[in-house]
């Protein structure tokens, strides 16, 4: 019986784990959400993935307030979850007219390299739109 309640244990361990925050459309919106993710994550993920989470969360919601439009109310939606095996990260915002690219630039060139860090940092990124706008996602492993 004892073998039986520690496998449930284990199993609660390892499920699934969903965080979300809403923050303004503007930078300080960014502060608010990396300072949200690193409070949750901290103890569960080793300190260079989190370091990492929390760069990847700045980058994109820096590039929903720089480029997109805001949801309804002004604001941009953030979650995250711990799954099996990795870490994903979402951004939601109003959309913008152009789809989210990696941009190639100069070294010179005093922005422009969102994407490319997020690119670097991860398994896979992408992104999906519905019917409120448009959410870019991150994957990273745990």
């Known amino acids: 019986m004892a073998k039986r309640g520690a496998g449930m244990n284990t199993q609660a361990a390892t499920a699934e784990r969903i965080w979300c925050v809403v923050v303004p459309h503007h930078p300080e919106g960014a502060r608010r959400a990396r300072h949200r993710l690193a409070a949750s994550l901290t103890g569960l993920i080793p300190a260079m993935t989190l370091a990492d989470a929390v760069t990847i969360t700045a980058e994109l919601v820096g590039n929903s307030v720089r480029h997109a439009s805001p949801l309804p109310g002004g604001v941009v939606r953030v979650a995250w979850r711990l799954v099996a095996g990795g870490i994903e990260i979402r951004v939601t915002d109003g959309g913008a007219a152009t789809s989210p690219t990696v941009r190639q630039v100069g070294s010179e060139s005093p ?12 398994q896979a990124w992408g992104v999906d739109r519905d019917g409120l706008g448009q959410c870019v996602w991150a994957r990273m492993p745990a």
């Open 111 to 122: 922005d422009g390299r969102g994407l490319a860090i997020v690119a670097a940092l991860t």
